[in-house]
């Protein structure tokens, strides 16, 4: 199974509810000062106990210094694409480069018409999808804009800003013609272990990798990232397996797995989803992150397997 090479990132999956919101910004500086790679915040503009995901985004930026921040993933028929596209580039320059996009089709269509969003079928939510991705990196480049779609248009908008650096597009999606638009035009896949198990990654992978290579695009240019739910405590007596939604085990069990969905699976950006009290954080970061990081360099120079992707 595929290692694509990229070095190994931990994040931490936000709650962004709205009870406690000096207690959110808390645990965000708790991640920032641990070390952690990436902050994930779902964006369910319609849930009425949820903050903005990029708002708050927004907020957590400016009182942080390392962590980088992604929506995961941008409720996109909510989100006019080139105000995404505004929105992200502006993020990203006042944060000197620490926002990435994550962006989907769009889930729980009642609660999207709701709030007065389109209701658009497979075929049309996926057709958005394309389109919304063309106009954000055609603003990305900074020239005039010349787009007419069947779902977005912008006939000589003129971008600004663009971001600070080469912002990422992943994409978090399941269906298999929306893998294949990842593998042809995305820079990540950003899926959850609860809805994709990790013998369905394999699968969803090999689309994205075949739908890469016949677009003339080296899938390991395509950035892995897993939303990992559980919890560590005694190890179940069945064990793991490629079937299960989530982790339960001890620290070193997490670890096996973890290198396991790294060097056969291929992903290397894992968010944890849990209860974030501070001894967690801590734990997680400082003793199974590291012995992760350790076997996965083990195991690639074993293979005599050099990565070259950042």
Do not use: C
Not at 5 to 19: N, T
Not at 33 to 48: K, R, T
């Amino acid at each position: 199974m595929p290692d694509y090479g990229h070095d190994i990132e931990f994040g931490f999956f936000l709650d962004p509810a709205s009870g406690d919101p000096q207690r959110t910004l808390e645990i965000a500086g708790i991640i920032d000062e641990l070390g952690y790679d990436l902050i994930g915040i779902q964006d369910h503009p319609y849930q009425a106990k949820h903050f903005d995901a990029l708002t708050l985004s927004a907020f957590i930026l400016a009182q942080t210094t390392r962590v980088r921040i992604f929506p995961d993933v941008a409720n996109l028929p909510l989100r006019p694409p080139a105000m995404l596209a505004k929105q992200a580039a502006t993020l990203d320059q006042l944060s000197n480069g620490r926002f990435e996009l994550g962006l989907g089709a769009g889930a729980f269509w009642d609660a999207i018409k709701g709030m007065g969003g389109p209701v658009r079928q497979p075929k049309e939510a996926l057709g958005a999808l394309r389109e919304s991705i063309e106009l954000i990196r055609a603003w990305n480049t900074g020239r005039s804009l010349r787009i007419s779609g069947e779902h977005y248009r912008a006939m000589g908008a003129r971008p600004g800003p663009i971001p600070a650096h080469d912002m990422q597009i992943w994409l978090g999606v399941i269906g298999p013609r929306a893998l294949q638009l990842t593998g042809e035009t995305g820079d990540g896949w950003v899926p959850s272990m609860a809805y994709v198990s990790p013998a369905q990654a394999i699968t969803s992978n090999a689309i994205i990798d075949l739908a890469a290579q016949t677009a003339g695009r080296d899938p390991a240019a395509i950035r892995r990232i897993y939303n990992v739910g559980g919890d560590v405590a005694p190890l179940v007596e069945s064990g793991s397996s490629d079937d299960d939604s989530q982790i339960v085990g001890p620290r070193d069990h997490w670890v096996e797995v973890l290198t396991h969905l790294a060097v056969d699976i291929g992903f290397s950006s894992f968010i944890l989803w849990g209860v974030p009290t501070a001894p967690r954080l801590r734990m997680f970061i400082d003793e199974i992150a590291p012995a992760v990081r350790e076997r996965v360099a083990a195991i690639r120079s074993e293979r005599g397997f050099t990565p070259v992707v950042k």
